[in-house]
């Protein structure tokens, strides 16, 4: 349950690039593959990648979908999809590769950098509501996360030479 749970945010993006961004149908496709993965968890062996299992579940459940959606004139070939769900792994395995060099990075800031960081992508919170909290003017604060975004960005960069 913790593995699907964890799962849902990648499973959700790797459907909607499977439906080219039909947000209300990626949303019912996920519902079956989360009904398709709980069906077949004895089937899932320990030790190996959930995600890429999971991901092959809800491939079927596209393709299936497709299949019946056939009359649909703007219907996707199964050679589309499997070229985009190709793509969509391709690019999922870069974005995890720097959003690990990423948190490393992160780690590395000082203590307050990382604060402002966390108010601005973590809580959700605004330039002007960060400025309001710290004192600071909203274009100090904005200029503030510009050369912490700057630092993060020189800073995977390295790391990803």
Not at 6 to 30: E, I, M, N
Not at 81 to 93: G, M, P, R, V, Y
Not at 116 to 124: A, H, P, Q, S, T
Request: aromatic residues 8%; glycine residues 4%.
């Amino acid at each position: 349950m913790s593995l699907l749970t964890s799962a849902q945010d990648s499973l959700y993006r790797y459907v909607l690039t499977l439906v080219a961004g039909q947000h209300h149908r990626a949303k019912d496709l996920l519902q079956e593959t989360n009904l398709v993965v709980w069906r077949k968890a004895s089937e899932f062996r320990w030790g190996t990648d959930f995600d890429a299992w999971a991901r092959r579940i809800a491939n079927f459940c596209v393709l299936s979908d497709q299949r019946d959606k056939q009359r649909s004139p703007i219907a996707f070939g199964e050679e589309l999809i499997h070229t985009l769900a190709a793509e969509h792994d391709k690019h999922a395995q870069e974005v995890e590769s720097r959003r690990s060099l990423l948190e490393d990075c992160l780690v590395k800031l000082p203590r307050a950098q990382r604060a402002i960081i966390r108010l601005r992508y973590v809580d959700g919170l605004s330039v002007a509501e960060i400025a309001k909290n710290q004192g600071k003017s909203p274009n100090t604060t904005s200029a503030f996360l510009y050369r912490i975004r700057l630092a993060l960005l020189h800073c995977v960069g390295r790391k990803a030479v």
